[in-house]
């Protein structure tokens, strides 16, 4: 992997500067990943103001399609934050591990959901039909469909960001997910 360095406010420009101290108000610090995106001119305004759309999700339903598609895009840094932010959404230890696992036995409509953001996930989109008929027969709508895939692929991009950049987690590490396989 490359030594990508974390950019501090010192070395972004302007407009990156002012997007560093609203973030530092508001989460309390600048969290490296957004940082990393500051290496653009545009791509954290972007990726803020796409993050902040209004949707037919609500805030624990865009939880498990960021804990689903951080697994099986395996980040680390994704996962450390989203468990972060999965437990002051409400959600236990033990429910963020099942959702990470694409599942949620806890709630038959968040279970629909975490199984769709896996499928879509690993199947890059050509998501398995019984996987959509059980996410609508669960109660959620085409809009949920259509808000879902593209929740899965904001949390792609920032996936993809850090497993090419590595740039250091700094969020409590995400506990390690043991998954059973079937000899």
């Given at each position: 992997m490359?030594?990508?360095?974390?950019?501090?406010k010192?070395?972004?420009?302007p407009t990156?500067?002012a997007?560093?101290e609203q973030?530092?108000?508001k989460v309390?610090f600048l969290?490296?990943l957004?940082?990393?995106?500051?290496?653009s001119?545009n791509?954290?305004?972007?990726?803020?103001d796409?993050?902040?759309v209004?949707?037919s999700?609500?805030?624990?339903?865009k939880?498990?399609?960021?804990?689903?598609?951080?697994?099986?895009?395996?980040?680390?840094y994704?996962?450390a934050?989203h468990?972060?932010i999965g437990?002051?959404s409400?959600?236990?230890?033990?429910?963020?591990l099942e959702?990470?696992?694409?599942?949620?036995s806890?709630?038959n409509?968040?279970?629909?959901?975490?199984?769709?953001?896996?499928n879509?996930?690993?199947?890059?989109?050509?998501?398995?039909p019984?996987?959509?008929?059980?996410?609508f027969?669960?109660g959620?709508?085409?809009?949920?469909?259509?808000?879902?895939?593209?929740?899965?692929?904001?949390k792609?991009?920032?996936?993809?960001l850090?497993r090419?950049?590595g740039?250091?987690?700094?969020f409590?590490?995400?506990?390690?997910?043991?998954?059973?396989?079937?000899?």
């Open positions: 490359i030594n990508f360095q974390v950019p501090t010192e070395t972004v420009s990156n500067q997007i560093f973030l530092e108000k309390g969290p490296n957004y940082a990393t995106y500051a290496h001119e791509a954290l305004k972007n990726h803020l796409f993050s902040a209004n949707t999700l609500n805030n624990k339903e939880e498990v399609v960021n804990l689903a598609v951080s697994q099986v895009n395996e980040c680390l994704c996962l934050a468990t972060a437990k002051m409400g959600f236990t230890d033990e429910q963020i959702i990470r696992k694409g599942q949620a806890f709630d409509k968040l279970d629909a959901l975490a199984k769709l953001a896996k879509v996930t690993e199947n890059r989109g050509k998501t398995d019984a996987v959509i008929e059980n996410f027969n669960s959620y709508t085409k809009e949920n469909l259509v808000d879902t895939i593209e929740l899965v692929g904001l792609t991009i920032s996936n993809y850090h090419t950049t740039v250091p987690v700094d409590p590490s995400a506990p390690e997910l043991k998954l059973t396989t079937i000899s």
